[in-house]
């Protein structure tokens, strides 16, 4: 845990385009081979079932999301869109 009024980084990326036949677990497969991943995020429609077509994806270091953010990404044929996410934890 990060000591009180210091704040540590999350080594994320936002991934979209996520093809809908896609699972959470197909997902935080594929990134593994960038390094460690530490969080898989693949939010579901309550009303359709299907994921939303996006995910956040957490890796243990800043070097392995640097990796996936080097790559173009192809899943089940289809482009993904892979952005670097900025995010602070407190």
């Known amino acids: 845990m990060a000591a009180r009024g210091i704040s540590r980084r999350a080594f994320e990326i936002f991934v979209r385009r996520i ?10 497969e594929y990134f593994t081979r960038f390094g460690p991943v530490k969080k898989c995020i693949l939010p579901f429609n309550a009303e ?13 270091t ?13 899943f089940e044929g289809s482009p993904l869109e892979v952005k670097r996410q900025e995010k602070t934890v407190r």
């Open 48 to 60: 359709t079932g299907f994921h939303k077509g996006f995910a956040w994806i957490g890796f243990a």
């Open 62 to 74: 800043e070097e392995s999301r640097n990796n996936a953010l080097l790559k173009d990404h192809f």
């Open 19 to 28: 093809p809908w036949n896609v699972e959470e677990s197909e997902l935080r």
